[in-house]
């Protein structure tokens, strides 16, 4: 409200001023998790969590960001990925920096900066793994999106249509089919594109795919009956 862009204290605690809470997932798990935006969630399904919460008495939380290597976080949390600087690379707080897409949007476009955040997103991860693998994860999660959108894109028309034929009346969330195109893409079509890019299938596909295609069938009916009844 003051016009501030944060506070570090809701990363690093008062008085304490820790970095190694600063990087532990749960720290960002406290607006990061739940049915509308699950990455902690996810990061506890996916391979980087489960190592985390198996070899993290092993890994240098404290480290000095400024000189932070692979020695230190052989596991990446979510501040390794988004903000942290391994092995000389830049250290950044803007965590949308090495995000390329707008994955919370109804229908997710690519970010401005999308080439440059992509391409530094993979540099960080090519400290562990190989560039052929990162392209491929890449490649996979993009192609989730568009088909995620494509079927988000669907549902919207259906609903766009009633409300242009005054079957669901101008006023927001006033009918039961209003609440289930809004859980269709703001909860699950987030998940499923979430779930892609960091690793998490089960969140992508039963948390996600699932429900979202379940709603679309909903959503269709609801239409129907919405059309007979007037």
Not at 209 to 229: D, G, N, T
Request: contains cysteine.
């Amino acid at each position: 409200p003051d016009g501030t862009i944060g506070s570090c204290t809701a990363c690093h605690t008062r008085h304490t001023a820790s970095v190694a809470i600063a990087r532990l997932p749960t720290t960002c798990g406290q607006c990061h998790m739940g049915p509308d935006h699950s990455q902690l969630e996810i990061f506890t399904e996916s391979k980087h969590g489960l190592m985390f919460e198996a070899q993290r008495e092993l890994l240098n939380l404290e480290a000095d960001p400024r000189s932070l290597t692979t020695r230190d976080m052989f596991i990446p949390t979510c501040a390794t990925c988004h903000m942290s600087g391994l092995n000389g690379l830049n250290v950044t707080h803007d965590t949308t920096e090495r995000v390329s897409y707008w994955l919370f949007a109804e229908i997710s476009e690519q970010r401005p900066h999308y080439v440059q955040a992509q391409e530094t997103m993979k540099e960080l991860c090519s400290e562990c793994h190989v560039r052929s693998k990162i392209d491929e994860v890449y490649k996979e999660a993009e192609a989730t999106v568009q088909s995620t959108n494509a079927k988000v894109k669907e549902a919207k028309e259906i609903v766009e249509t009633l409300r242009q034929e005054g079957l669901l009346g101008n006023k927001p969330f006033a009918t039961p089919l209003d609440f289930k195109y809004f859980d269709l893409w703001h909860y699950y079509g987030r998940t499923i594109k979430h779930g892609a890019f960091m690793g998490g299938q089960d969140f992508a596909q039963w948390h996600g795919a699932y429900p979202l295609f379940q709603h679309a069938v909903e959503i269709r009916h609801m239409a129907e009956e919405l059309r007979k009844s007037h």
